[in-house]
């Protein structure tokens, strides 16, 4: 299942988007060629972020439909495509922005993260959600905290604990800092430890876990050229085999 921001009712208005999704086979054959509809309320949808159960996906976005700030909100899709939750239902919703969602499943429930502005900057919040699309911490909890901003959260789950990635600000250009939580929502890591700090900006990671280790993949600009993806290998117990980074692709 594939998920997007879709502009198709707004083609002349920039951020005024929709999510839109489509089942996709093992053999690459797209079962919704015009997408499925999952959200189309008023104003922006963006950045949207899933997670499977093994029954039901959950699709996540940051929504802008109250004409104020950012929330997360959420829909549960089935694999035939039907919206289970067709107007979507708020994740969180507190002061000032919630954007960038990321989305887990820990084998009870699903977990979503993002970065929220209800503090001097923005930080690492979370909640769970069930499988039934009850939120269970409908004010969210602080998992990773630090001077600056934390933003964009990338999700991993190695079957005990989650690893998050975001880029972080707090040494005057955006590096990558990860950290655990457990699927309570208790961060083992609150201030988060550095997977990549070099030249420039690192930013815009995704993080997956392979049965040993988490591997963290970016966006890097260290040579001040171009964008190329770099990587890093980080275990379950927070230590980052890769202190420098390997390149993935410089095309």
Same mark, same amino acid.
């Given at each position: 299942f594939v998920a997007w921001e879709d502009y198709r009712p707004?083609?002349?208005t920039f951020y005024i988007s929709d999510i839109y999704g489509a089942r996709v086979t093992l053999q690459g054959t797209v079962l919704d060629p015009a997408g499925i509809p999952?959200?189309?309320?008023? @104003?922006?949808?963006?950045?949207? %972020?899933?997670?499977y +159960?093994?029954? @039901?996906?959950?699709?996540?976005? %940051?929504?802008?439909? +109250?004409?104020?700030w950012f929330r997360i909100h959420g829909a549960r899709v089935t694999p035939q495509g039907t919206v289970l939750d067709p107007g979507g239902f708020i994740v969180v919703q507190a002061a000032n922005d919630q954007y960038f969602p990321a989305a887990g499943f820990d084998g009870s429930n699903f977990f979503v993260a993002w970065a929220d502005l209800r503090g001097a900057g923005y930080d690492i919040h979370g909640a769970r959600v069930t499988p039934q699309g009850a939120v269970l911490d409908p004010a969210g909890f602080l998992l990773f905290q630090a001077v600056a901003n934390q933003y964009d959260p990338a999700i991993g789950f190695d079957g005990a604990n989650f690893l998050l990635a975001w880029e972080d600000d707090r040494?005057?250009?955006?590096?990558?800092?990860?950290?655990?939580?457990?699927?309570?929502?208790g961060a083992l890591d609150p201030a988060g430890f550095l997977v990549s700090q070099s030249a420039n900006d690192q930013n815009s990671p995704v993080a997956g876990f392979d049965g040993e280790d988490f591997l963290v993949v970016w966006a890097d600009d260290r040579k001040g050229s171009g964008w190329d993806i770099y990587g890093a290998r980080v275990t379950p117990e927070g230590e980052v085999l890769d202190p420098a980074g390997f390149v993935i692709s410089e095309a």
């Open positions: 707004n083609a002349d999952i959200s189309a309320d008023t @104003n922006a949808q963006l950045l949207p %972020a899933l997670a +159960d093994g029954v @039901n996906l959950l699709v996540t976005w %940051a929504d802008y439909r +109250d004409d104020t040494g005057g250009t955006y590096d990558i800092y990860a950290g655990r939580a457990t699927p309570e929502g």
